[in-house]
């Protein structure tokens, strides 16, 4: 039972760390595209300037742009501290110092399903500890 013990924190573990580098690789893709979405609305609103200057446009336009813009850097700053969070979650999994900085090197999801999974329950951990305190009792 104390072995199977031992392979069940260790797979929980496994789960716990990998599940802090995803939601940090996820949270830092996030932020890398509202980044680019903010350089867009930039190069937006010089356009929309300068069609406003050459009455072309109204300055409403101008307005909304500016409001969605000001939305877009919330949720930029949002994401950040999100990134951030996630960062010191991965650090505290792997028993790392806080002020570690953590760089993900693999940001690329592979979508294949692993080898040598199966729907078979009988070789969990949590299987094998019940079976054996059933053969004591």
Same mark, same amino acid.
């Given at each position: +039972? ?7 924190? @260790? ?22 595209? %509202? ?28 307005? @909304? +742009? ?5 939305? +877009?850097?919330?949720? %930029? ?7 951030? %969070?996630? @960062? ?5 999994? +792997?028993? %790392? ?37 059933? @053969?004591?009792?």
């Amino acid at each position: +039972i104390a072995l199977e013990n031992i392979r069940k924190t @260790r797979q929980e573990v496994l789960y716990d760390v990998d599940n802090a580098y995803w939601s940090l690789v996820s949270v830092l893709q996030k932020v890398e595209m %509202l980044k680019s979405y903010v350089a867009y609305m930039d190069a937006l609103y010089n356009k929309v300037k300068v069609a406003v200057d050459a009455e072309m446009a109204v300055g409403n336009d101008l307005l @909304r +742009i500016d409001a969605k813009k000001s939305e +877009i850097e919330y949720n %930029l700053q949002k994401a950040q501290t999100g990134a951030e %969070l996630c @960062r010191l979650m991965l650090c505290n999994t +792997i028993g %790392l110092e806080m002020d570690v900085m953590v760089a993900p090197t693999d940001m690329e999801v592979p979508v294949t399903a692993p080898e040598g999974l199966s729907e078979d329950i009988s070789a969990l951990p949590e299987v094998n500890m019940m079976n054996q305190l059933k @053969r004591k009792q």
